[in-house]
T-cell receptor, first 113, second 115 residues
Framework: EAQVTQNPRYLITVTGKKLTVTCSQN?????MSWYRQDPGLGLRQIYY???????DKGDVPEGYKVSRKEKRNFPLILESPSPNQTSLYFC????????????FGPGTRLTVT | GDSVTQMEGPVTLSEEAFLTINCTYT??????LFWYVQYPGEGLQLLLK?????DKGSNKGFEATYRKETTSFHLEKGSVQVSDSAVYFC??????????????FGQGTTLQVKP
């Protein structure tokens, strides 16, 4: 089944404790992206990747890192999480940047206390 | 910068009622427009799209027409069902000068359909 998977689905952590949210797609897509969803704000892009080893900042990159060492994986790293990073995170992929559909993962709900 | 504005929710309707969710956009280029739907506990799924002015996107009984003159992309359905209860997001993607593949979303509109 073609899909985007994320792990973990739920995470509660404390301020300053490094964490990684994994994202994997099995559709051989070139383009991958991370969004955060906050009430009243819709989804905002954090980082994106056009292809392996090519990443760039989205609209809200502060406090996050990403890497794209393999085509299928695009982990999101929070080196020192803070409470304002409490949010619902979505990974998405598409065949390429100029595509008319992005495929979203199920989401990761992160709480930082 | 580019932006999308949706009507605020929640929207509560009875089954078989007519649905309209308003969406307007601001963009400097020639965006593609989308409606995504998010069912409880799930990720977003593409509901329909339109890539140029006057295009009509349709899927599962939902429709939306790309109106460049009014910069709008309102979502409509003639007869909603309980299973349509979800959060609906209007979004745009500007494949212009710097194509980042970014989707710009509205804030989402929650639809609740009662039997």
């Amino acid at each position: 089944e073609a899909q985007v998977t994320q792990n973990p689905r739920y995470l509660i952590t404390v301020t300053g404790k490094k964490l990684t949210v994994t994202c994997s797609q099995n559709m051989n897509h070139e383009y991958m992206s991370w969004y955060r969803q906050d009430p009243g704000l819709g989804l905002r892009q954090i980082y994106y990747s056009m292809n392996v080893e090519v990443t760039d900042k989205g609209d809200v990159p502060e406090g996050y890192k990403v890497s794209r060492k393999e085509k299928r994986n695009f982990p999101l790293i929070l080196e020192s999480p803070s409470p304002n990073q409490t949010s619902l995170y979505f990974c998405a992929s598409s065949p390429r940047a100029v595509s008319y559909e992005q495929y979203f993962g199920p989401g990761t709900r992160l709480t930082v206390t | 910068g580019d932006s999308v504005t949706q009507m605020e929710g929640p929207v509560t309707l009875s089954e078989e009622a007519f649905l309209t969710i308003n969406c307007t956009y601001t963009a400097t280029g020639y965006p593609s427009l989308f409606w995504y739907v998010q069912y409880p506990g799930e990720g977003l799924q593409l509901l329909l799209k339109a890539t140029k002015a006057d295009d009509k996107g349709s899927n599962k009984g939902f429709e939306a027409t790309y109106r460049k003159e009014t910069t709008s992309f309102h979502l409509e359905k003639g007869s909603v069902q309980v299973s349509d209860s979800a959060v609906y997001f209007c979004a745009l993607s500007d494949h212009g000068r710097k194509n980042t593949g970014k989707l710009i979303f509205g804030q989402g509109t929650t639809l609740q359909v009662k039997p």
